[in-house]
């Protein structure tokens, strides 16, 4: 599966669109890009995923670049309760399977 | 309510003392796996299992053994503990590995050994 790369660390106000990034420049063309969330400690989340083409759902939108070697998860009215640490993974179908959840981004939303 | 359930949910034990960590799911996924989180280290998955009778080695399998009898459970097994695994443990599910495979998560076992 392919790596990912994610800033550390992001803020953003109440109220405003949060905006994740993610590289996965080696990613392959089965490969399906995924977020989840995990606040505090407790279990992570799944939050949305997609292929090729953008996603949305009551939760996020989910923006692929074309060549799809880069993403952002769209957060368009962020909450205080959206403060988490956002993993972005990608997976391959089928296969064995040991993702990667890397470090995350860990997104603070301040009033 | 679809879940993953983990149990226990802290346990505090002792080097050498064999324990197990209970993994239950009832939305009849046939994907399981073991994550541990360390501070700075994310969550690294220890084991996983494709079905029932099928399991395989993740990231950081040793001093842990699974044993998938039932489609249900994927149970952790630290036979001999030792200080380098107190972490927070995650169980996770997801239908299936050969298409789009969402995972659940469990709540977390918090694990100290000492």
């Known amino acids: 599966d392919a790596k990912t790369t994610q800033p550390t660390s992001m803020d953003c106000a109440e109220g405003r669109a949060a905006n994740l990034p993610c590289n996965h420049s080696?990613?392959?063309?089965?490969?399906?890009v995924y977020w989840y969330r995990q606040i505090h400690s407790q279990g992570p989340q799944y939050i949305i995923h997609?292929?090729?083409n953008n996603e949305t759902n009551e939760m996020a939108s989910l923006i692929i670049t074309e060549d799809r070697k880069s993403s952002t998860l769209i957060l368009p009215h962020a909450t205080l309760r959206d403060t988490a640490v956002y993993y972005c993974?990608?997976?391959?179908?089928?296969?064995?399977?040991?993702?990667?959840f890397g470090r995350g981004t860990s997104l603070i939303v301040h009033p | 309510e679809a879940q993953v359930t983990q149990n226990p949910r802290y346990l505090i034990t002792v080097t050498g003392k064999k324990l197990t960590v209970t993994c239950s799911q009832n939305?009849?996924?046939?994907?399981m796996s073991w994550y541990r989180q360390d501070p700075g280290l994310g969550l690294r998955q220890i084991y996983y299992?494709?079905?029932?009778?099928?399991?395989d080695k993740g990231d950081v399998p040793e001093g842990y053994k699974v044993s998938r009898k039932e489609k249900r459970n994927f149970p952790l097994i630290l036979e001999s503990p030792s200080p380098n695994q107190t972490s927070l443990y995650f169980c996770?599910?997801?239908?299936?590995?050969?298409?789009?495979?969402?995972?659940?998560f469990g709540p977390g076992t918090r694990l100290l050994v000492l």
């Open positions: 080696t990613i392959s063309g089965n490969e399906y």
């Open positions: 997609g292929l090729k």
């Open positions: 993974i990608v997976r391959a179908s089928g296969g064995s399977y040991i993702p990667t």
């Open positions: 299992s494709m079905n029932v009778e099928v399991t």
């Open positions: 996770a599910s997801s239908l299936s590995l050969a298409g789009e495979g969402t995972q659940y």
């Open positions: 939305m009849n996924h046939e994907y």
